[in-house]
C-alpha cells in the first residue's frame, strides 16, 4: 500500500483508537516505506486478538507469557515484576474506570490523590514506618539527596561524618564538601571496595550532625548486615539498591532515601523517608525543590511530581505486601543469592567474588573470570540464552549480577547452569 499525504505509515499505527478499544481486536497493517530515506521497503505489522486481550484482564499464569521475555541482570534501571507490568498494562488506557491513563491525569485530582496515598500506605505497612516520620515522592534520583541532605540538616561550618564503603558513598562524600565539612571516618577505596569495618573501631567525630552510609553498594557489591550506631547525631542511609528487600528498623535512621529503579518502580521516582522532626531547617540558599519542609507541607505535590512512576511504585508495594510483606521477600532473596554465591564459591577459582563473606550483597553479585579474556566471550553467550546485562560497572569490570526482589529464582538458576556448562567447556 502506498503512502500518501493522507495516509502515513504513523496515521496507521496512531490512528484515534474508538471507545470500544478496537486495537485489541484481530487486525493486521502492513505498511511498505519507500521514503527517500528508506532504499529498501520494509514491512510493518501490528496485530492482537480478542484472546490477548482476555489474557491481560485474567492475568494467566507467567510461564505462559513469558517466551520474549529475557531475564534482565541489570542494575538499574531494573527489572520489574510481571503481574505488575501485566497490571500497569491493563490499566494504561483507562485506569479503572476513569476514562483517563495516569499519565493523563492532573496530580491535584482526585484519581492521582488516591494512587499516591495509596502508594505510601502500603509502603508505611512494608517498612512498619512510625507515624513521626514524614513520606517523600520527590525526582533527581538519589544522588540529588547528596546535596539535599546536608542543605536541610546542617550548617555550613558544622562536621558530618561519612562512612565510605563504595563509589556511591564516596560521591555523596564530594557533593557534601559544597555545602558543609564532611569527614571520611573510614574508607575501603585501598582495599578496593570489598569489605565493611568493625563499628566499635570507628573514630566518629564528637560533633558530628550525622553519620552517613551506603546501606548497599551497588556497584562494588558491599552491603550492611547490620548498622552503626553515631555517638551524636543522626543515621542516614542511602537504601537505593536494597530499599524494600528485607526488612529494617526504620527508627534507627534519621534519614533513609532511595532511587526507585532499582527494587520498586521505574526510574524517576526518589523516596526520602524522614524524621519529621529533622523537617523545616533547611538554608535559605537551598533550592526550593530540595527544602524538604515545602514537600512535606504539600503531600509530595509541591509541583507536578512523577505520576506515572509514583504509580508503578504503588503496585510493587501492593505486590510485595501480597507475598508476605518484606519478611518473606528477604528469604527469598537470600535463597537466590545463595545459590549464586555457592556457584562461584564451589568453582574451583573459576569465578571469583572479591567481596568479604560476611557482607556479600544480596541485591548486587560481582565476580570475575579466573581467566579474564574469556569475561567477553562469557557476556555474549550469556546473552545468546537471554540472560543480559551481565557486564560489569565500566569502573570495575568483570560481570554483575543483580538478583533484584524481581528476579525470579529460575533466572537465577538458569544463570547457575549457564555457569556450570560455561567452566565445563572453558576450565
Same mark, same amino acid.
Given at each position: 500500500?502506498?503512502?500518501?499525504?493522507? +495516509? +502515513?505509515? *504513523?496515521?496507521?499505527?496512531?490512528?484515534?483508537?474508538?471507545?470500544?478499544?478496537?486495537?485489541?481486536?484481530?487486525? $493486521?497493517?502492513?505498511? =511498505?516505506?519507500?521514503?527517500?530515506?528508506?532504499?529498501?521497503?520494509?514491512?510493518?505489522?501490528?496485530?492482537? +486478538?480478542?484472546?490477548?486481550?482476555?489474557?491481560?484482564?485474567?492475568?494467566?499464569?507467567?510461564?505462559?507469557? $513469558?517466551?520474549?521475555?529475557?531475564?534482565?541482570?541489570?542494575?538499574?534501571? %531494573? +527489572?520489574?515484576?510481571?503481574?505488575?507490568?501485566?497490571?500497569?498494562?491493563?490499566?494504561? /488506557?483507562?485506569?479503572?474506570?476513569?476514562?483517563?491513563?495516569?499519565?493523563?491525569?492532573?496530580?491535584?485530582?482526585?484519581?492521582?490523590?488516591?494512587?499516591?496515598?495509596?502508594?505510601?500506605?502500603?509502603?508505611?505497612?512494608?517498612? #512498619?514506618?512510625?507515624?513521626?516520620?514524614?513520606?517523600?515522592?520527590?525526582?533527581?534520583?538519589?544522588? @540529588?539527596?547528596?546535596?539535599?541532605?546536608?542543605?536541610?540538616?546542617?550548617?555550613?561550618?558544622?562536621?558530618?561524618?561519612?562512612?565510605?564503603?563504595?563509589?556511591?558513598?564516596?560521591?555523596?562524600?564530594?557533593? =557534601?564538601?559544597? /555545602?558543609?565539612?564532611?569527614?571520611?571516618?573510614?574508607?575501603?577505596? $585501598?582495599?578496593?571496595?570489598?569489605?565493611?569495618?568493625?563499628?566499635?573501631?570507628?573514630?566518629? @567525630?564528637?560533633?558530628?550532625? /550525622?553519620?552517613?552510609?551506603?546501606?548497599?553498594?551497588?556497584?562494588?557489591?558491599?552491603?550492611?548486615?547490620?548498622?552503626?550506631?553515631?555517638?551524636?547525631?543522626?543515621?542516614?542511609?542511602?537504601?537505593?539498591?536494597?530499599?524494600? *528487600?528485607?526488612?529494617?528498623?526504620?527508627?534507627?535512621?534519621?534519614?533513609?532515601?532511595?532511587?526507585?529503579?532499582?527494587?520498586?518502580?521505574? *526510574?524517576?521516582?526518589?523516596?526520602?523517608?524522614?524524621?519529621?522532626?529533622?523537617?523545616?531547617?533547611?538554608?535559605?540558599?537551598?533550592?526550593?525543590?530540595?527544602?524538604?519542609?515545602? !514537600?512535606?507541607?504539600?503531600?509530595?505535590? /509541591?509541583?507536578?511530581?512523577?505520576?506515572?512512576?509514583?504509580?508503578?511504585?504503588?503496585?510493587?508495594?501492593?505486590?510485595?505486601?501480597?507475598?508476605?510483606?518484606?519478611?518473606?521477600?528477604?528469604?527469598?532473596?537470600?535463597? #537466590?543469592?545463595?545459590?549464586?554465591?555457592?556457584?562461584?564459591?564451589?568453582?574451583?577459582?573459576?569465578?571469583?567474588?572479591?567481596?568479604?563473606?560476611?557482607?556479600?550483597?544480596?541485591?548486587?553479585?560481582?565476580?570475575?573470570?579466573?581467566?579474564?579474556?574469556?569475561?567477553?566471550?562469557?557476556? #555474549?553467550?550469556?546473552?545468546?540464552?537471554?540472560?543480559?546485562?551481565?557486564?560489569?560497572?565500566?569502573?570495575?569490570?568483570?560481570?554483575?549480577? @543483580?538478583?533484584?526482589?524481581?528476579?525470579?529464582? %529460575?533466572?537465577?538458576?538458569?544463570?547457575?547452569?549457564?555457569?556450570?556448562?560455561?567452566?565445563?567447556? !572453558?576450565?
Amino acid at each position: 500500500m502506498a503512502t500518501t499525504a493522507s +495516509t +502515513t505509515p *504513523s496515521s496507521l499505527i496512531f490512528r484515534k483508537t474508538p471507545k470500544n478499544q478496537s486495537f485489541l481486536k484481530p487486525e $493486521s497493517v502492513s505498511v =511498505a516505506l519507500t521514503a527517500n530515506r528508506l532504499a529498501k521497503p520494509i514491512s510493518l505489522s501490528c496485530s492482537a +486478538t480478542a484472546a490477548s486481550a482476555t489474557q491481560i484482564q485474567d492475568r494467566p499464569p507467567i510461564q505462559n507469557q $513469558s517466551q520474549d521475555r529475557v531475564f534482565n541482570f541489570a542494575a538499574g534501571p %531494573a +527489572t520489574l515484576p510481571e503481574n505488575v507490568l501485566f497490571k500497569a498494562q491493563s490499566e494504561l /488506557y483507562d485506569w479503572r474506570g476513569s476514562g483517563m491513563s495516569v499519565m493523563e491525569m492532573s496530580h491535584r485530582g482526585k484519581e492521582f490523590s488516591s494512587i499516591i496515598q495509596k502508594a505510601e500506605a502500603d509502603l508505611r505497612a512494608l517498612l #512498619k514506618i512510625p507515624e513521626d516520620y514524614a513520606v517523600l515522592f520527590l525526582q533527581g534520583g538519589a544522588t @540529588s539527596q547528596f546535596a539535599a541532605i546536608p542543605l536541610n540538616l546542617c550548617k555550613a561550618d558544622e562536621t558530618v561524618d561519612y562512612l565510605v564503603t563504595g563509589a556511591w558513598g564516596d560521591k555523596a562524600f564530594k557533593e =557534601a564538601q559544597k /555545602y558543609c565539612k564532611p569527614k571520611v571516618i573510614w574508607s575501603g577505596k $585501598s582495599e578496593k571496595y570489598v569489605r565493611i569495618p568493625a563499628f566499635d573501631g570507628l573514630e566518629q @567525630s564528637p560533633d558530628a550532625k /550525622y553519620l552517613h552510609i551506603c546501606a548497599n553498594e551497588t556497584i562494588h557489591g558491599v552491603e550492611f548486615k547490620d548498622y552503626p550506631v553515631p555517638k551524636n547525631g543522626l543515621l542516614i542511609a542511602d537504601m537505593s539498591s536494597n530499599f524494600c *528487600s528485607k526488612p529494617v528498623d526504620v527508627r534507627k535512621f534519621g534519614l533513609i532515601y532511595a532511587g526507585a529503579q532499582k527494587n520498586v518502580g521505574p *526510574s524517576g521516582v526518589t523516596i526520602v523517608i524522614i524524621r519529621k522532626d529533622l523537617i523545616g531547617n533547611a538554608r535559605d540558599i537551598t533550592p526550593v525543590m530540595f527544602d524538604y519542609k515545602i !514537600h512535606a507541607e504539600n503531600n509530595s505535590l /509541591y509541583n507536578t511530581p512523577p505520576c506515572y512512576g509514583i504509580y508503578v511504585c504503588g503496585l510493587v508495594f501492593e505486590d510485595l505486601l501480597a507475598q508476605g510483606g518484606l519478611e518473606e521477600v528477604e528469604k527469598r532473596n537470600k535463597k #537466590k543469592a545463595e545459590l549464586l554465591y555457592n556457584e562461584i564459591d564451589e568453582s574451583k577459582g573459576f569465578y571469583r567474588c572479591p567481596v568479604e563473606k560476611s557482607v556479600r550483597s544480596l541485591m548486587n553479585v560481582p565476580f570475575t573470570l579466573e581467566k579474564s579474556e574469556l569475561e567477553a566471550e562469557f557476556i #555474549k553467550e550469556a546473552a545468546k540464552e537471554k540472560m543480559v546485562q551481565l557486564k560489569g560497572h565500566r569502573s570495575v569490570g568483570g560481570m554483575r549480577a @543483580s538478583i533484584y526482589n524481581a528476579m525470579p529464582l %529460575a533466572g537465577v538458576e538458569k544463570l547457575v547452569a549457564f555457569m556450570k556448562d560455561f567452566q565445563a567447556r !572453558h576450565a
